[in-house]
């Protein structure tokens, strides 16, 4: 009796942890800051899944505080995110910190002195690569008003509006 109690526990905060994070998404601000001419970049994941990815690929636990950990998720977020120019040249985008907690990931970068006129397209596929359900959402303001794209596994490049 005590061992299917023991067993019954066990399942019910499995299903509690299940429950506490169905869904996988990301959201990304691009915005322009007239104060330093720049286009800026702000990406917020949940932290489980930044975690698991970076576990997943290098099969060990990271520490986002540590600058060589650091490194590793620059060196993946820099292949799967980037704005294009209208002749399809990527835009430089630098990369300025990371910041973390138990919740959330967020990676700032921005394309120095250059106008949000000049990126044309965008291409989002962090965590879609490892994730078959992620979803990403990109709001884009332009003089504040702001349009929202959405990208998937299957839709991974879209035009800036």
């Not at 061992?3 to 019954?8: E, I, K, S």
């Not at 691009?30 to 286009?39: K, Q, R």
């Not at 970049?41 to 917020?44: L, Q």
């Not at 002195?113 to 949000?116: F, N, R, V, Y």
């Given at each position: 009796m005590m ?6 526990a ?10 506490a994070?169905?869904f ?5 601000d ?10 800026e970049?702000?990406?917020?994941y ?5 975690e698991?990815l970076l576990?997943n690929l290098?099969?060990?636990q ?5 600058p060589?950990?650091e490194a590793?998720?620059?060196k993946?977020?820099e292949?799967q995110?980037y704005?294009l ?7 430089p985008?630098r990369?300025?910190?990371?910041t ?5 990931v967020?990676v700032?970068?921005?394309?120095e002195?250059?106008?949000?006129a000049?990126?044309a ?7 879609s690569d490892?994730l078959?359900d992620?979803?990403?959402?990109v709001?884009?303001n332009?003089?504040g ?7 998937d596994?299957?839709?991974?490049e879209q035009?800036?509006?």
């Open positions: 061992r299917r109690l023991v067993c019954g066990l399942l019910a905060c499995a299903c509690l942890g299940a429950h994070h169905r996988h998404a990301g959201i990304t691009i915005s322009f800051n007239h104060g330093t001419g720049s286009i970049v702000v990406h917020t949940m932290a489980h899944d930044v698991a576990a290098y099969q060990r990271f520490d986002l505080s540590d060589q950990d590793v998720l620059r993946y977020v292949k995110f704005l120019a209208p002749d399809k040249s990527r835009l985008l990369w300025v910190g990371v973390s907690n138990v919740d959330t967020v700032y970068q921005e394309v002195k250059t106008p949000l000049s990126a397209r965008v291409h989002d596929a962090v965590l490892f078959p992620q979803i990403n959402t709001n884009v332009r003089g008003a702001t349009a929202t794209l959405t990208f596994r299957s839709k991974t035009p800036l509006p």
